[in-house]
């Protein structure tokens, strides 16, 4: 996979023993008062590299981007090579996070590492990791990942937070690093580590990121200002490697606008990882302003006719938060499950209900969100004859009540005349 030309290694299709260096735990920021906003970082790199006697990785690049952007020292924690990455060591990172982090709280866990080989079958990531990353007790969780089928792993991140995988649930990720000989040929100044947490960690502190124009750098802006750069720099690395290039055509099916990374965003706000800005305007990512409850729209009487066995009743759903929703007909239970965010945004609910002729139904839903706010709408089917008849039906009444009136006036008017 080496030129001799090029002082490029590409990584993760192979399995490497690497060194490891490993930090103190998370630690406490100090603030004064009751509560202090605290921002905690956990890094995982399966790919350290002894570069002239100096440890580098994406891991170590991304904690130089932390520090850059308010974080403090001790509050970030490095895991580096497969001794310090086994699921022993992530229960008790996770276990520590559970304990200390409260709803104010900013938290970043990054990883990366084999996809197929080490997260799937080694660490059976899908088995347990997302289910402990959401008992940590704050919404403003961050997860990047940079591996191979990382896309896989990401789109189980069911809950309030942002997730972000350097690759699609079918894609080969690719990490590059500066050669003991020969010459750096791609267009980027050297860098060690993955192509997408390379320009990830840049775009972070790259005000051109910041199209808003409101001094921050999100993790959207971060995605979308960052991704452009990641495919020139694997369409590059295919020149360069046509073995590879073919590799992962073989995989994924194309090559060009590669890679699609795969994003899980369920906050109705701009997250950042900006710890200067996340402590000092905090009140803007509390979800306590979520205070209405879940919005349910229904329309409030629907009619069946003879013929009908199903009619379809549909409910319009939104909320800020996460939530639960329940189906009664005639106050009986009978269906329910839970739904994401949707902030203003209508998801719409349909439920099918069984109906028979001369009978009428109540079916209303509930809806409880993850700050405990309830509401509830319902639709009164009635059974309404024949749909053809009925509208006849109805109108010669209306006719024959509206000709009575007229009757009526009439014979009062001449009355008068009389």
């Known amino acids: ?5 090029l002082a490029i290694i590409v990584l993760f299709l192979f399995s490497i023993s690497l060194s490891a260096h490993t930090s103190n735990s998370v630690a406490i920021q100090h603030q004064n008062n009751e ?6 970082a956990v890094l995982f790199d399966q790919f350290p590299y002894d570069d002239n006697g100096t440890t580098v990785c994406s891991a170590i690049e991304l904690k130089s981007t932390l520090l850059n952007l308010g974080w403090n020292e001790e509050n970030i924690s490095l895991f580096l090579g497969d001794e310090n990455i086994t699921k022993t060591i992530f229960l008790e990172q ?26 799937r079958d080694v660490l059976e990531f899908n088995t347990w990791f997302q289910t402990e990353f959401f008992q940590i007790n704050t919404k403003n969780k961050i997860y990047l990942m940079d591996s191979c089928y990382a896309g896989e792993f990401v789109r189980n991140f069911y809950g309030t937070c942002f997730a972000m995988g350097s ?26 580590g993955g192509i997408s947490s390379h320009f990830w960690a840049k775009s972070l502190t790259n005000i051109d990121a910041d199209t808003s124009l409101d001094g921050v750098v999100s993790l959207q802006e971060m995605y979308e200002h960052s991704l452009p750069a990641i495919r020139e720099c694997y369409n590059e690395t295919f020149e360069l490697y046509p073995d590879l290039a073919d590799y992962v055509d073989n995989v994924a099916g194309y090559t060009e606008n590669y890679p699609y990374p795969r994003v899980v965003n369920n906050l109705h706000y701009e997250i950042t990882l900006n710890a200067t800005e996340f402590i000092l305007n905090n009140e803007k990512y509390i979800l306590e302003d979520d205070l209405e409850g879940p919005k349910i729209n229904s329309q409030e009487i629907m009619y069946f006719a003879e013929e009908d066995s199903f009619v379809d009743i549909t409910f319009q759903i939104s909320d800020q938060s996460n ?3 329940y189906c009664y007909v005639d ?5 329910w499950d839970s739904h994401a965010a949707t902030g203003e945004e209508l998801w719409n609910y ?3 209900l069984a109906v028979q002729s001369n009978n009428n139904y109540n079916v209303s839903l509930a809806a409880v969100d993850e700050w405990t706010n309830r509401n509830v709408n319902f639709t009164l089917v009635k059974y309404n004859g024949n749909t053809d008849t009925a509208p006849f039906e ?8 509206l000709l009575f009136q007229l009757v009526i006036l009439r014979f009062k008017t001449r009355k008068r005349k009389d």
């Not at 106050?331 to 269906?335: A, H, K, P, R």
Request: proline share 5%; glycine share 6%.
């Open 167 to 192: 690759v699609g649930e079918y894609e080969i990720a690719i990490g590059v690093f500066p050669g003991e000989n020969g010459t750096w040929v791609l267009s980027e100044p050297p860098f060690a």
């Open 35 to 40: 509560n202090p906003v605290e921002t905690y």
């Open 1 to 5: 996979m080496r030129k001799n030309s």
């Open 94 to 119: 996770l276990n520590y996070l559970e304990q200390v982090v409260d709803e104010n709280d900013l938290v970043f866990i990054y990883v990366m590492a084999h996809g197929h080989t080490y997260c």
């Open 350 to 352: 349909t439920y099918e």
């Open 394 to 401: 109805f109108t010669v009444s209306v006719l024959v009540f």
């Open 323 to 325: 939530f639960d929703y």
């Open 331 to 335: 106050e009986v239970l009978v269906d």
